[in-house]
């Protein structure tokens, strides 16, 4: 099982990565079945969750039914635990929209749940996030995970982000953050999927954020809020959630 994961996530293209996994979680909870670790978003129990990644392969951390992984499990409890997310009314944007979320979001009855992404086949509106095609202060609420590291400037999506929000409205941009690093990590000449995936960690990421990941939010405009939500759950939870220690949410304000 570990070896055909990390061959499909090396070789086959994100989209039909998304449609080949509708008939991957339907097949997996049931050889995975157990009650070692749970998933707070589908609230399925296994005896395991599946291995994910390819140079830095995580063993134990991809939920089999709803496919969400350590970042994902961390964000839903901290929009229920921290937000109005579940219960106000909220006008969303949901940039590059993760399987995990996409049906709960699209039944919930007090959100209005805009996807969009260049790519994706779950995405409502097909764009270029350095140029977005909405209105300035259009949404409540903006999720864009593990997206910059992606984009050619991340400084002008942090700004494209900031614009669509409405005043008082809020963003989460979760990055991978190599936090042995004081800066992010970037040059523009490596170019290969090889060199890529050795220095940035992905062949298709063109950066590595560093502790100053932050500050370049702030210099968008946002005021940032460091939430160690890890923290604030017992050991015990944190474990069979297999949630990743130290994983800080940033909660950028406008």
């Not at 050889?31 to 830095?56: N, Q, S, W």
């Not at 790519?119 to 095609?133: T, Y």
């Not at 560093?210 to 939430?227: M, Q």
């Amino acid at each position: 099982m570990k070896e055909i994961i990390t061959f499909l996530m090396r070789h086959v293209p994100r989209p039909l990565l998304i449609r080949f996994s509708y008939l991957f979680n339907k097949i997996s909870p049931v050889l995975m079945k157990g009650d070692k670790v749970a998933c707070p978003i589908c609230e399925h129990h296994f005896r395991a969750f599946l291995p994910y990644g390819t140079v830095k392969r995580r063993d134990g951390v991809l939920c089999p039914s709803c496919l969400s992984l350590e970042r994902h499990r961390l964000l839903w409890l901290f929009l229920k635990s921290k937000t109005d997310f579940f219960t106000a009314k909220h006008e969303l944007l949901h940039i590059a929209p993760e399987q995990c979320f996409y049906k709960r979001f699209r039944a919930m009855k007090n959100i209005h749940h805009v996807t969009a992404d260049l790519e994706s086949p779950l995405a409502d509106v097909k764009m270029d996030i350095h140029k977005m095609p909405f209105e300035n202060e259009s949404f409540d609420i903006v999720l864009c995970n593990h997206v910059l590291e992606h984009v050619d400037d991340d400084a002008q999506a942090m700004r494209e982000i900031y614009r669509v929000l409405k005043p008082g409205g809020w963003a989460v941009m979760q990055v991978p953050l190599d936090d042995t690093r004081e800066f992010t990590y970037e040059d523009k000449s490596i170019t290969s999927p090889e060199e890529r995936e050795k220095h940035f960690w992905q062949k298709d990421h063109v950066r590595l954020f560093g502790r100053d990941y932050p500050k370049r939010l702030e210099n968008a405009g946002f005021r940032v809020e460091a939430i160690d939500l890890g923290n604030e759950i017992p050991d015990e939870l944190r474990a069979k959630y297999r949630l990743m220690e130290g994983e800080i949410i940033y909660w950028c304000h406008k």
